[in-house]
């Protein structure tokens, strides 16, 4: 970085830089294998960050907002570190998780000691405490009425978990979507603006500057309540990635060249007749089933309505007859102790009946855990390749990667032929 950084006269001197000079560059959390460097511009950041802080999360200077995330990762970037204090308001930084440290209680002691007015946080962590505390016992113990909003991001919020969150923190739970690449969300419910109501499954409405459209796979936009590529009409608003950092071409090559004049997003999903978009999936993650376009988001969400459900991912593997079938792995709520065959077939007999045959959902097992990102997202992808008995590479921010031959073994119960034989550290 040496072209754009002069050398401080003294330890706390400021220096000036343009708009648009690098404040730090972000390696994605590497889902695909590959993580990209991230360039985030100063000045673009600066603004965007500021505006989202009332208008988005309803906290005024002097409030405190807690990111309950890793501050090595985006949400940590701009929602622990920049934003709260570019506003004027009090950020907590915690370490650990939201169960064992020491229980499911961490993070309502936390609000209650702290007086948090906003709480932002992944999905997967009220996953992990809804599965460890299904009853909310934990959330009883602590005065939470200094809590106004509860935000969702980082994975696909089920319906499951944002009806489980609500009836519990008696609080607004509001989902939104947003990338490492944009630095700020692309959609939310602007909390501080206008308290639009609130679509259980969506991640809300566009935020300014960000043209959101449905396309489908030739780059035309497609109608209300149709599932495509989630894309951005560009240019992109301030804040958001200029490039990669010392690719060029490979910015241009994963954003901008499939859809000439847009930002793809990676993303798939609709948007209603009144401009909510729902995330379902990644666009990888929508699967050919006999030549049906199927959304694995939509199928998680029936599976997590299952009562004894606390987590799940559904992938899609080869079928030389009908291109992909969906497989379910199903992590169970604490205390289940019913057959596994049973829960299994009762996930079946719901794909088929709130689905349809055409999905052709017939295997699900049960494990432990399922293989994440240290910042919370599912390793769908790897799942396949395991899955598919192909080569990968060892993604570099996974949290545990024991988890790995965890789920190659349920595949081997399962019958399927899988080596890791194609495992490459990455």
């Known amino acids: 970085m040496s072209q754009f950084v ?17 404040a730090y560059i972000l390696y994605t959390s590497g889902t695909t294998g590959q993580p990209k460097g991230v360039v985030r511009p100063t000045g673009g950041h600066l603004v965007a960050l500021n505006w989202t802080m009332k208008n988005i999360f309803n906290v005024d200077p002097g409030e405190v907002f807690w990111a309950a995330s890793d501050v090595g990762w985006v949400v940590g970037h701009s929602y622990i570190a920049y934003a709260p204090l570019i506003h004027g308001n009090t950020s907590v930084v915690f370490e650990g998780k939201p169960v064992g440290t020491p229980d499911a209680g961490t993070f309502w002691r936390v609000i209650e ?65 947003w990338q490492t690449e944009t630095g700020w969300p692309i959609t939310a419910i602007p909390m501080g603006l206008e308290r639009m109501p609130v679509k259980i499954g969506s991640s809300g409405v566009p935020m300014p500057g960000y043209d959101v459209q449905i396309l489908d796979e030739a780059g035309h936009p497609l109608g209300p309540d149709t599932l ?28 901008l060249e499939h859809f000439p004049g847009y930002y793809e997003t990676g993303d798939a999903g609709y948007m209603d007749e009144d401009g909510y978009l729902y995330i379902m999936a990644r666009t990888d993650d929508v ?20 009562p004894d459900v606390a987590e799940c991912a559904v992938i899609g593997v080869a079928d030389a007859l009908k291109g992909n079938l969906p497989l379910g792995f199903i992590c169970l709520t604490k205390g289940v102790n019913r057959p596994h065959e049973e829960i ?8 088929r009946d ?19 990102t240290r910042s919370g997202k599912i390793l769908r992808a ?45």
């Open 6 to 22: 002069k050398p401080c006269v003294a330890l706390y001197d400021c220096v000036p830089v343009e708009g648009n000079h690098p």
């Open 113 to 177: 000691d702290h007086q948090v007015r906003s709480f932002f946080t992944a999905p997967t962590a009220f996953r992990a405490i809804k599965r460890e505390d299904p009853k909310g016992e934990f959330v009883k113990k602590y005065d939470l009425s200094c809590l106004r909003v509860l935000y969702l991001a980082g994975e696909r919020a089920d319906p499951d978990t944002i009806h489980w969150a609500q009836d519990q923190l008696k609080v607004p739970v509001v989902d939104h979507w």
């Open 228 to 255: 495509g590529a989630v894309a951005v009409k560009l240019p992109l608003p301030p804040g958001t990635l200029p490039t990669l950092w010392n690719a060029e071409d490979r910015f241009r090559k994963s954003y």
């Open 287 to 306: 699967i050919n089933v006999a030549g049906h376009r199927l959304s694995t988001g939509g199928m998680e969400e029936v599976l997590s309505n299952h």
């Open 344 to 351: 299994t077939r009762e996930c079946v007999a719901m794909i």
């Open 354 to 372: 709130q689905i349809g045959p055409v999905a052709a959902f017939k295997l699900a097992c049960v494990v432990d855990r399922l293989p994440k």
């Open 382 to 426: 790897t799942m396949v390749k395991i899955a598919n008995g192909e080569d990968f590479k060892m993604p570099a921010t996974i949290d545990d990667p024991a988890i790995l031959d965890e789920i190659a073994d349920a595949l081997k119960d399962l019958g399927y032929p899988v080596t890791q034989q194609g495992m490459t550290i990455g």
